[in-house]
């Protein structure tokens, strides 16, 4: 699981099969949001449960 507050700006992540690059947290004031870019270049903004339950860290390798 990933805690919201260790999301890196730029880096790929999945959710629910899809993969999405994070963008930055939405300054929305009633619940903290985060915003998530996919392939297509569309938003999609997700809450911090769902994060923590539901977003996985996607660790690229490099060519040697």
Known sequence: M?????LIKGK????????????????C???ARYVFTNSKGQHRELG???VRHEVVEIRE???N
């Open 2 to 6: 990933i805690e919201p507050k260790t």
């Open 12 to 27: 790929l992540y999945e959710f629910r099969g899809v993969q999405l690059r994070y963008s930055h947290q939405s300054q």
């Open 29 to 31: 004031a009633v619940q």
């Open 48 to 50: 911090a449960q769902i």
């Open 61 to 63: 390798f490099a060519e």
